[in-house]
């Protein structure tokens, strides 16, 4: 059996005409009856009921017409299908955490598709602890974390944030225009889980320490809900970046440490082993302009 008898039977069946299908296939119809005919031969069973009037499908016929329009748009796809196949695209798998400003990623996303278009992105929302776990098992290929990289990765620095303390209206040092380690001195301070932001937990605690100063610090972790956390704990000051601070405590008073200066810093990092795809994306997002620190 060849393409080209059901083909033949094909047309035969929807023109109901041995002598218009001919016509249509400029074959002789003596030829066409012969394939027709070999063709039952081949599959045993009577596939056109012929009469003065025409033809029309047996039930075996109704069946093989149904099939044989499958096989022929395939074979009609299969150029597409191998032309196609220049174009796949490799799957790179990102790690987003919690608090990256939505319409940067937006645009990250689009800016990669138009200069990586060949690149595949999915995105897994994650903490930077979870993300360095799915990095070494392998789970994930670029994580986007809030700390630099580890020994054995490669990264790009993304962007740099100013990392403060916000202090809850009406505290006798909410009005001031900067703080200093002494100041949260028995104060409780809201701070984020280590596993959010492990560099900046581990800086402060340890300056602290340095300084004989003992906050009651209140470990919890927030992205987007600071001042429910804030509330939920009674605290006196929270410690965030700036533009948390503008956007989720906009009436508690936020001021950088000056005998502490500390950084929110975002990377895109992955490891020395991996493959171009993923270099050439971490490469890309690296080149994104970096989010307005007052909108993130």
């Known amino acids: ?54 033809v029309s499908l047996t039930p075996a016929g109704a069946a093989l017409a149904g099939h044989a329009r499958q096989l022929l748009a395939l074979e009609a796809a299969t150029a597409d299908v191998v032309a196609g196949s220049d174009r796949t695209r490799e799957t790179v798998s990102v790690g987003v955490p919690p608090g990256i400003p939505p319409e940067w990623l937006v645009g990250v996303v689009r800016q990669l598709g138009e200069r990586l278009p ?10 930077t602890s979870d993300q ?7 789970e994930l290929d670029i994580g986007m974390i809030h700390q630099s990289p580890p020994s054995g990765y490669l990264g790009k620095l993304l962007w740099t944030e100013s990392f403060g303390v916000a202090l809850r209206p009406g505290h006798p040092l909410a009005s001031a225009a900067t703080h200093r380690l002494a100041d949260l001195d028995g104060l409780r301070v809201l701070i984020h889980s280590r596993g959010q932001v492990p560099d900046q937990q581990d800086s402060l605690l340890a300056a602290a320490n340095t300084a ?76 994104c302009p970096a989010p307005v620190e007052g909108n993130r």
């Not at 005409?17 to 005919?37: D, M």
């Not at 429910?228 to 704990?233: C, D, G, T, V």
């Not at 001021?255 to 020395?272: I, K, N, Q």
């Open 132 to 138: 360095l776990r799915a990095l070494q098992a392998g």
């Open 212 to 287: 004989g100063v003992h906050p009651i610090w209140i470990f919890a972790r927030f992205v987007e809900h600071a001042l429910a956390a804030a509330e939920a704990q009674r605290v006196d000051a929270v410690c965030v970046g700036s533009s948390t601070a503008r956007r989720q405590l906009p009436e508690w008073r936020w001021a950088p440490l000056l005998d502490l200066p500390l950084s929110l810093t975002t990377w895109a990092v992955h490891r020395g082993d991996t493959r171009r795809a993923v270099v050439d994306v971490a490469e890309a997002i690296a080149k």
């Open 1 to 54: 059996m060849e393409l080209r008898h059901l083909r033949y039977f094909l047309t035969v069946a929807e023109l109901g005409s041995l002598n218009r299908a001919a016509a249509h296939l400029r074959v002789a119809q003596p030829s066409l009856s012969r394939q027709v005919r070999a063709l039952e031969r081949e599959l045993g069973r009577p596939l056109l009921e012929r009469s003065a009037r025409g």
């Open 118 to 127: 060949e690149c595949a992105l999915n995105l897994v929302e994650a903490s």
